[in-house]
């Protein structure tokens, strides 16, 4: 695994990078005062509402909320990571990337750049065959499946030529060293004598692109029927199947709502494309994988697996289902008919073909259901036994509970099952057994940390609209430097915000705090990889100059936060049977049993029996503020819930996130 990009090198292509210039290649802007105007890329409008501001290197569209730096910007409109959006414009910026390594910094290596250059050098080499006279054979194949010529040239395709050393001498005359294409997979060791032939012989290639458009390998088919029909790149530092997908370059600038399908083979994802206009990639030779699962999401929400409808591309589908439902993503399946694969379907039909897909296509649980109706005579008892075993199988892969719950509501449905045989079968086959009507749920309030304990995910209570006020209002003033002077950082802990990009985002300031690195949302943001929490932040980055108001309101905004702190023990205490009377005697206990055992045990006497007295252990801790003080108030005072007189300025009720 490659270390995290300096924050250092974050921030100088950061500078680097001009958000007018990068978003003016992509979208038409007009100057507009100081900031520049345009038609926002993220939603359809007629009039401009997306506004660059090049001073502050941000955008924001008033239209859709979209917000965020030059790293946003391409990580949204290019589908990227944080890490390739920082690569992708350190790239035009020119500026090499440094990472952490073991805290010391490196200049990577320049062998997976020298890749990217051979290949491309290779890719060229390659599709120069194709158009010479050598490449008869292959322009006749590729005319023969219906491949036209736009389509060869959109693709890149090429041809090795049938020869042992063609690709290699030439890159002996280009001074390209054997190493580096040995290293590529372009070229294999001679066995008895030094020197080495070439990989690919007598192919059709086609060139395979990441989403920065570099070419990472190839795949080639051969053409004389010889195997194996396909031959790809071996695994390389800039190849690897498990996360590569073929047409991912063509993706740039998808919306979500397009339908996006899925195949396995080069020639399916290129006809698709030029029959029928449709979006489509491929794995490349190997099953789908959870890494594909995740890489897909992010480019749309409508994933469609296209498969051949034979018993091979059943199973692979099969598989597929299982494995989108255990990564909590959506997966539409539509298999072709009559055993045609899918170059030959979309070569037939084009665009109504594509239509008859989308038509057709049924989720993961129908697809899985169709099949297992297939498989099994649901009118045998022993049929229906096995068919319920096959479809608990994807109950069981489910990692959202809820999910699980919902699959086995309709797995009982088709089957005229029980709910709750399913349930026991479930736990027999050693799957997670969801919490049903009959047992005890997880109270709504959650018990307060024992201290001692680890973290452990705790189902917490939604925090008040008034807690998350503060909580945003808190958050908004250190990231916009109105914290100043403000001890925040000695008064708030991260407890006091609400689990989830909040609490982590305070996490991350009190850290950078605490190594007197700056809080302002700029450094902030070069130091957060995870998309969530970068929306988040956006969010909170003021783009209006409210600079005061928000100092103005992080005093009240921090008091409120350890107020509430101070109830949620409270209220924690008071559920563990703690109660005015017998507070002292509970604490006098507590300090004894800590002191020494057996002598605790008589002093009980006083206090009545806490029901969970684990939970009592929270009073022991003397070095927090001691919530006694708290005990004089009315009784009344004790409920959550209630909002005390604190509310924050500027009548911000659009809370988004919070
Ligand atoms: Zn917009």
Known sequence: MPGRIRNETVERVREATDIGDLVGSYVALKRSGRNMKGLCPFHDEKTPSFSVMPDRGRYHCFGCGERGNVFDFVMALDHLTFPEAVEM???????????????????????????????????????????????????????????????????????APASWDALVTAAARKGIGEKLLLEAGLAKPRENRAGCYDAFRDRLIFPIRDALDRIIGFGGRSLDGSEPKY??????????????????????????????????????????????GALAVATLGTALTEEHARLLARYSERIILVYDGDAAGRKAAERGAELFTAADLELEISLLPGGQDPCDFFAERGTAGLAELLDRSSDSYAFVLGEVRERHDLADIA????????????????????????????????????????????????????????????????????????????????RSRAARRAEKQVLEAILNGAGGVHPWATRLVAEDFSAGPSRRIFGLLARRFASQESCV??????????????????????????????????????????????????????????????????????????????????????????????????????????????????????????????????????????
Not at 242 to 267: I, K
Not at 567 to 579: C, D, I, M, N, Y
Not at 592 to 612: D, I, L, Q, V
Not at 628 to 645: H, V
Request: proline letters at 7%; glycine letters at 10%.
């Open 521 to 658: 949302a700029d450094a902030v943001l070069s130091d957060c990889e995870d998309e969530q929490d970068r929306r988040v932040l956006n969010q909170l980055v003021d783009d209006e100059d409210r600079g005061e108001i928000l100092a103005r309101q992080l005093e009240g905004a921090v008091d409120f936060l350890v107020r509430e702190r101070g109830l949620r023990e409270l209220a924690g205490l008071k559920r563990a049977g703690v109660t005015h009377d017998n507070f002292a005697a509970v604490v006098d206990r507590l300090k004894a049993a800590k002191s020494g055992g057996a002598a605790a045990e008589n002093e009980t006497k006083g206090a009545p029996p806490a029901r969970r007295p684990d939970r009592t252990e929270r009073v022991r801790t003397e070095d927090e503020p001691s919530p006694a003080a708290e005990f004089a108030e009315p009784e009344e005072a004790w409920e959550l819930g209630e909002e005390p007189g604190w509310s924050g300025e500027g009548g911000d009720d659009d809370l988004d996130y919070f």
């Open 89 to 159: 414009l350190a790239d035009k910026a020119g500026i090499p990337i440094e990472r952490e390594e073991g805290g010391e910094p490196r200049r990577e290596g320049s062998s997976k750049q020298d890749l990217y250059r051979l290949n491309r050098w290779a890719a060229e080499f390659f599709r120069r065959r194709l158009a010479s006279p050598q490449g008869e054979t292959c322009r006749a194949y590729l005319a023969r499946r219906g491949l036209d010529a736009a389509s060869q040239e959109e693709f890149g395709l090429g041809y």
């Open 383 to 462: 049929g229906k036994v096995r068919a319920a075993d096959e479809l608990l199988a994807l109950a069981r892969a489910a990692a959202n509970p809820v999910k699980r719950v919902l699959l086995l509501e309709r797995i009982a449905k088709d089957l005229g099952l029980g709910r709750t045989i399913l349930e026991e079968r479930l736990a027999d086959l050693g799957g997670p057994r969801p919490a049903g009507p009959g047992e005890p749920r997880p109270s709504p309030v959650p018990a307060p940390r024992r201290a001692a304990e680890p973290e452990v995910e705790e189902v917490e209570a939604p």
């Open 231 to 276: 031959l790809n790149s071996p695994e390389t530092p800039v190849f690897s199947k498990r996360r590569s997908l073929y047409g991912l370059d063509r993706l740039r600038g998808l919306r979500p709502e397009v339908p996006l399908l899925v195949m396995e083979g080069y020639t399916d994802v290129i006809m698709s494309v030029q029959a029928s």
